[in-house]
C-alpha cells in the first residue's frame, strides 16, 4: 500500500479554526497544546472544536487514522458546519477515505479544492484566509486527487492542472508526483519520479515502501520484494508497508508469508478498510 507519512513529516497542518469560533479562547488555548485547550472548554464549545480538530490532525500525522477519525468526529457541532483550511479537509478526509468512510471523504476533498482555488461561491471572509505556497498546494492536491477521481467529481479535472503546474523541486515533489501518476494508471511515469525522489533521499523507509508498491502493481515482484524488505527492517510496526509486502510476496506466490504479513497489517492498523480484503495468492508452481 501506498504510504504518505514521507511527505506529511514535512508539511504540518496550520491550526484549524472553525468558521463559527466567536468567543476570545482561554488561557489554555492559547499554546500548541491542545489536549489542556480540549479540557478547560465545554464540548459543543467552538472552541473545544478547534481543540479537537487539531488534535485529530496531530493524530493523523501520526498515522493513527482511528484516533483521528474519533476526534474528528467528535469535533462536529450539532446544528453548524465545522469548516477550516484546505489541509484540515484533505487530511480528514484522507482519513475518512482511510476508515472507509467514502461520502465524507469526497465532501472534504470538494471542500479543500474549493478552498485551495478560492471557489468565487465562498463567504468573501473565507477566500485568501488561508494563502498556501507551492510545496503545501502539491500535498493538499496530492491527497484529495484520488478522492476526487474515484468519486467522479467535475473538480477532478481543474485540480490535475492545478497539480501538473506545481514545480517539482525537489524528493519529496517527486514523490508526490509518482503518487499522482499512480493513481492515474501512469505506473511507468510513477516509477520514475518515484526513482528521482529515491536519489534524493535513498533510504526513506516510505520512499522504499512506494517503490515495492509500484514495482508490485506493474507485475514486477522479484524487483519489488527488497525494496520491501528494506522498508519492513526499518520501521517494522507500520501497517501500510506489511501490506506492501504482503502484497509482493502474493504476486510471487509465496502465500503463507502473505498472509503472515497481512496478518501483522491488520493488527498493527484494524481501521484501514482496504487491509481487511484478502489478498489473490495463485501458488508458486
Known amino acids: ?20 469560533r466567536q468567543d476570545p479562547p482561554p488561557p489554555a ?8 485547550c480540549a479540557d478547560a472548554t465545554a464540548p ?9 480538530i487539531n488534535l485529530g490532525t496531530e493524530a493523523y500525522l501520526a498515522r493513527n487514522f482511528a484516533e483521528a477519525v ?4 467528535a469535533a462536529r457541532i450539532p446544528g453548524q458546519t465545522v469548516s477550516s483550511d484546505a489541509h484540515f479537509h484533505a487530511f480528514r478526509g484522507d482519513a475518512y477515505r482511510h476508515v472507509g468512510r467514502d461520502k465524507e471523504a469526497l465532501e472534504d476533498a470538494r471542500m479543500a479544492w474549493r478552498l485551495l482555488s478560492e471557489d468565487p461561491a465562498l463567504p468573501p471572509e473565507t477566500r485568501g484566509r488561508y494563502p498556501v505556497d507551492d510545496e503545501p498546494r502539491s500535498l493538499i492536491l496530492t491527497l484529495i486527487l484520488p478522492l476526487l477521481k474515484s468519486g467522479n467529481d467535475p473538480a477532478f479535472a481543474p485540480a490535475l492542472a492545478a497539480f501538473q503546474r506545481v514545480p517539482v523541486t525537489d524528493w519529496v515533489g517527486h514523490a508526490q508526483r509518482a503518487s499522482v501518476l499512480k493513481n492515474l494508471g501512469d505506473l511507468d511515469g510513477a516509477l520514475d519520479h518515484n526513482a528521482q525522489a529515491m536519489a534524493g533521499s535513498p533510504d526513506h523507509p516510505g520512499l522504499l515502501n512506494n517503490q515495492c508498491y509500484y514495482l508490485t502493481l506493474a507485475d514486477r515482484g522479484p524487483e519489488a520484494i527488497s525494496f520491501c524488505q528494506r522498508a519492513v527492517e526499518q520501521v517494522p510496526d507500520e501497517a501500510a508497508f506489511r501490506h506492501s509486502y504482503a502484497t509482493a510476496l502474493a504476486l510471487l506466490g509465496r502465500c503463507a508469508e502473505s498472509e503472515t504479513e497481512m496478518t501483522t497489517a491488520r493488527r498493527l492498523d484494524p481501521s484501514a478498510v482496504s487491509y481487511r480484503q484478502p489478498l489473490d495468492c495463485p501458488a508458486a508452481d
Open 70 to 73: 474519533r476526534l474528528y468526529d
Open 29 to 36: 488555548c492559547r499554546t500548541a497544546d491542545y489536549q489542556a
Open 44 to 52: 459543543g464549545s467552538p472552541v473545544h472544536s478547534w481543540a479537537l
Open 1 to 20: 500500500m501506498l504510504v504518505f507519512s514521507l511527505a506529511l513529516t514535512l508539511a504540518l497542518a496550520t491550526a484549524p479554526t472553525p468558521q463559527v
